[in-house]
């Protein structure tokens, strides 16, 4: 079993991209639909940084990937009402990319409100995975694609949620999914009236844990609605975990695992 963090990719062309100038963080003057407010702030960050990309960069960074792909990641910090914090978090194979995030990332003004927003410290951090083509040309790989690359990634900027039996763990990663498996385990129980039906599968959990470490079920994708059920309660029984934090800031983090129901 593994985990991972599930992020919403897009694929773009590097170049010929849209320019648009971006004054103001969170962009809720242009993101105004909270239901897709994340895909639309990634979206913009995407574009932001591919176009960014001279081909002068491109074939630095193409040169310097390894087994044809690599990984931007940043983190910053935030407050409502507040500019982004000075102390951002970048790591890229490319000097002049992560200069140039920074620079677009504090131009950025705060958005001016008179909602009465919630006065805490807010953490962001975002991934994206350049690969390249069968032409030698770089693109940002969508979610599609790095499900079929079984791309991992490596919670870079972030420290992980964990059960509290983990904590003392030299290998945090392992014992997480030990403790995910045992659960499972522990907890399975095999309808009865899948059995009498014959029905078998494998049940997609889609999850995250949140700020305050407890389970929010997001989706489950199974072969039928009585292993959905199951696979809902036996998640719904797993305890509060450490959650997740960016600085120290809690934030919350997306999991997937499947949980297969097999007749002999």
Aim: net charge negative; glycine share 2%.
């Amino acid at each position: 079993m593994r985990y991972q963090l599930i992020f919403l990719l897009f694929t773009f062309s590097l170049f010929g991209q849209e320019n648009k100038s971006y004054k103001y963080f969170p962009f809720t003057d242009i993101c105004n639909n909270e239901s897709d407010y994340f895909d639309c702030e990634r979206e913009i960050f995407e574009k932001e940084i591919l176009g960014l990309i001279t081909p002068e960069i491109e074939n630095d960074i193409t040169q310097k990937m390894i087994d044809n792909k690599t990984s931007l990641t940043f983190a910053f910090v935030y407050s409502p009402n507040k500019s982004i914090r000075e102390d951002i978090d970048i790591d890229f194979l490319n000097e002049e990319i992560k200069v140039k995030i920074i620079q677009f990332l504090l131009q950025l003004q705060p958005y001016p409100s008179d909602e009465n927003l919630e006065d805490t410290i807010k953490a962001k951090r975002f991934e994206f995975v350049f690969i390249k083509n069968s032409e030698n040309k770089l693109f940002i790989a969508s979610d599609e694609l790095l499900k079929e690359m079984k791309f991992k990634s490596e919670f870079k900027f972030i420290e992980r949620p964990y059960p509290i039996e983990c904590k003392n763990s030299i290998d945090i990663e392992s014992c997480i999914n030990k403790y995910f498996s045992s659960h499972i385990v522990k907890n399975f129980r095999y309808p009865n009236k899948a059995l009498r039906k014959g029905i078998q599968g494998k049940v997609e959990c889609n999850f995250y844990i949140d700020k305050d470490g407890s389970i929010v079920i997001k989706e489950l994708n199974g072969p039928d609605k009585i292993l959905e059920d199951e696979a809902k309660r036996i998640l719904n029984k797993i305890p509060k975990l450490v959650n997740a934090t960016i600085k120290g800031v809690p934030v919350k983090v997306s999991f997937s695992i499947p949980i297969t129901f097999k007749l002999d």
